[in-house]
């Protein structure tokens, strides 16, 4: 079992940042990737950005490519998403996640083993 709790949603003006953590504990040397997903009101949920812990490697939604930033460190079993220019239509509750088998399409939540309750973001015009 991985436990996900994610932290750092708020309210933030439009083109502002807020930075989102995601601290894994349990099973977490079983993990092979993180992600984070949100949903907006009435709307299903959609992907955010991803990064493999073995290979390093990211991938982003086309819609926030160049405004949003995943990282991890390993050592505090911590995954990061730095939100940068953020609009209203970037508000949502972002979960985070958690793979423990390998795919090449972490970008489908179907992917995904563990999940976080969510944290609240939300961007005034």
């Known amino acids: 079992q991985v436990y996900l709790v994610e932290s750092g949603g708020g309210l933030v003006q439009a083109g502002g940042s807020l930075r989102l953590s995601c601290a894994a504990s349990?099973?977490?040397?079983?993990?092979?990737?993180m992600g984070w997903f949100r949903q907006a009101p009435g709307k299903a949920r959609e992907f955010v950005a991803a990064?493999?812990?073995?290979?390093?490697?990211?991938n982003y939604a086309d819609s926030v490519k160049g405004r949003f930033t995943i990282s991890g460190d390993n050592a505090k079993n911590t995954v990061y998403l730095q939100m940068n220019s953020l609009t209203p239509e970037d508000r949502a509750v972002y979960y985070c996640?958690?793979?423990?088998?390998?795919?090449?399409?972490?970008?489908?939540?179907?992917?995904?083993?563990?999940w976080g309750q969510g944290t609240q973001v939300t961007v005034s015009s």
């Open positions: 996640a958690a793979a423990t088998q390998y795919s090449s399409r972490m970008s489908l939540k179907e992917k995904y083993d563990y």
């Open positions: 990064i493999r812990w073995s290979l390093g490697n990211t």
């Open positions: 349990g099973r977490t040397f079983s993990t092979y990737a």
